[in-house]
């Protein structure tokens, strides 16, 4: 392989891991406060709110090939 800058041929291949976190957040539960208003009536509707500041994280991996000039340090 061949650096389009520089035209060296010390080029090295490697293997880049990126990682993302993405994390939501349980609010209000309406479905949850109107079981609760039928079965408790006005104090039912605190039932909404179980559950609620839970959180779920997603981590997902992106992997990727970059090849690094020795030379010059180009990334392609």
């Known amino acids: 392989m ?3 800058k520089c035209g060296s041929n010390h080029v090295i291949t490697q293997q880049v ?8 957040t349980k609010g209000f ?3 949850k406060a109107c079981i ?7 104090p039912g509707i605190l039932c909404g709110l179980c ?3 839970k ?3 997603r ?3 992106n992997v ?4 690094v000039c020795q030379n010059c340090g180009k990334r392609f």
């Open 29 to 31: 539960g309406c479905v």
């Open 36 to 42: 609760g208003y039928l079965l408790f009536s006005i």
């Open 51 to 53: 559950g609620m500041g």
């Open 64 to 67: 990727r090939i970059t090849h």
């Open 2 to 4: 061949i650096c389009p």
């Open 59 to 61: 981590t997902s991996y």
């Open 55 to 57: 959180s779920k994280s």
């Open 17 to 24: 891991t990126d990682t993302e976190t993405e994390t939501k």
